[in-house]
């Protein structure tokens, strides 16, 4: 599901099994009975009653008047009140899912849990009992969200109109049981949000977007997906004073980036296997998403949760960018590793299966051919330039691999030519025209002003400028040779220069 409209988030549809549903319900509606049939309808009645007897009955001349005694019973029993339904509802919000069914099934044995203020939840989907099974992170953050404004609005009310009766313990009984319950609620969340994280991978649909250029969907999604996050678990957060439970959204917040990053590269691995002749495809485009999420997405995330939190994310040197970069690298070089085994099979193969001591050359210009393994090493890159631009991949990510590509090939043909002993005038004079051919085609690669001091060419240069001392021909004859070469493959040479 993709949100491009995120700024009525009250308004987003909740998706979930019909069962799940039905589980919030009995939830809403147990929250209902409690808030306005218990709460509103008979404990602040109760109250209503006891102040009444307190107060105004006293001072209405009738003869029978309430002792000290009587005045304490009934406050006693008030407070016995409140204290046994925030009981009930601290157990709701802490119970695991096996303790709430224990309860359910020892329903009429059930006894009034103990306060335990030091019980700390896991981060286990079964810590949360109050939450369905399979309930996913947009619907747990409506309806904790719609049963903790209610719950904690009838609970807040009951404290204001019983403050004015000097209730300590009415009071930190409710302090306590609202606090709780927030804690229990936003962990719970954060627990649900981690799972949805980790599997948000899976929907990814390999669709391009129309936003960011050479990326699937998902930064689109992702982007949607954490502003929904921020804007709603805001609304969680209702407490002052719980620094730990803000620093618990903060780390898992910041923690969930991992989780994204190794998303992006289980999907493309498992989708590598399963369709090979999309490998380009699907390398490039998780290398634009991840890009992409670098660049600008996970900025914007930082910059919006700063906004809203008033922390200082987005400025700080997180080591999630550090995990993209070498995610980020790690794909892009087992992207490279087979075209550039390719490459070295045809400069090794073309290299060493020339007898460079007896190569004969004609005499005519014309008639001279640079080596096919020089060839056949552009035109591979060439054709992969071709499809990469094909299939609509990022621009950048295809120049970097190009000059990635050209700079190996001039690395390996430096490398093999090395292992060549000795060559004869004319297996001397052919490598030196091979040299000069490609120090041509860099040159004019190298002028395109993006392309400025990215190609290693003075290296392939200074190689080349050696074989040409030693050798006998005239340096004119070279270029002369070299020139007819690149008309004659002009429109090959021509696809070097395409940005």
């Known amino acids: 599901m993709v949100i491009d409209d995120v700024t009525n988030l009250d308004s987003l549809p909740v998706y979930d099994l019909p069962l799940v549903n039905e589980l919030w319900n009995m939830l809403r509606s147990y929250v209902d009975d409690v808030s306005d049939g218990l709460i509103t309808d008979r404990i602040l009645k109760f109250f209503a009653i006891i102040k009444f007897f307190t107060t105004e009955f006293q001072t209405s001349g009738n003869s029978t008047e309430l002792s000290q005694n009587d005045i304490k019973f009934m406050m006693d029993s008030f407070v016995q009140l409140v204290v046994k339904i925030c009981n009930r509802l601290v157990f709701l919000f802490s119970a695991t899912r096996s303790e709430l069914k224990d309860a359910i099934k020892t329903v009429s044995e059930f006894k009034e849990p103990e306060y335990n203020p030091g019980k700390v939840l896991d981060h286990n989907l079964e810590s949360y009992g109050i939450i369905p099974p399979h309930s996913n992170t947009f619907s747990v953050l409506t309806y904790l969200i719609q049963v903790q404004n209610q719950l904690f609005g009838v609970l807040k009310t009951l404290r204001e109109k019983t403050k004015s009766e000097g209730s300590a313990s009415v009071n930190s009984t409710i302090n306590f049981t609202i606090k709780t319950i927030n804690q229990n609620i936003v962990r719970g969340f954060l627990c649900y949000f981690i799972m949805d994280i980790k599997n948000l991978c899976t929907l990814e649909n390999w669709t391009m977007s129309d936003r960011f250029k050479g990326c699937t969907n998902f930064p689109q999604f992702l982007l949607n997906f954490y502003k929904i996050f921020i804007m709603k678990v805001k609304q969680l957060l209702v ?181 060549i002993k000795q060559f004869s005038s004319s297996g001397l004079l052919k490598i030196t025209i091979d040299l000069r051919f490609l120090v041509r085609v860099f040159e004019n690669f190298s002028k395109i002003e993006s392309n400025k001091g990215l190609l290693r060419v003075d290296v392939l240069n200074s190689v080349t400028n050696k074989f040409l001392k030693k050798n006998t021909s005239d340096i004119q004859f070279v270029e002369s040779v070299v020139l007819e070469n690149l008309r004659t493959n002009e429109s090959q040479m021509d696809c070097i220069l395409i940005n």
Do not use: M
């Open 239 to 419: 407490l002052d004073g719980s620094e730990d439970l803000v620093k618990e959204v903060y780390r898992q917040f910041v923690e969930s980036f991992n989780y994204v990053i190794e998303g992006q590269l289980k999907t493309v691995v498992l989708k590598n296997q399963e369709d090979e002749k999309k490998k380009d495809f699907y390398l490039l485009a998780t290398l634009s998403n991840l890009s992409c999420l670098k660049l600008k997405i996970i900025p914007r995330v930082l910059t919006t949760f700063d906004n809203n939190f008033g922390s200082k994310l987005a400025t700080s040197n997180l080591p999630l960018y550090s995990k993209l970069e070498s995610t980020e690298q790690k794909i892009y070089d087992e992207y490279l590793k087979d075209y550039k085994a390719q490459l070295t099979s045809i400069l090794g193969d073309g290299i060493r299966k020339t007898d460079w001591f007896h190569v004969k050359l004609p005499q005519q210009v014309d008639q001279i051919i640079v080596s096919s393994f020089v060839l056949q090493s552009l035109n591979l890159i060439n054709l992969l330039k071709a499809k990469l631009l094909g299939l609509k991949c990022n621009k950048t990510y295809i120049l970097k691999i190009e000059i990635a590509l050209i700079n190996y090939l001039i690395e390996k043909l430096i490398d093999f030519l090395k292992e």
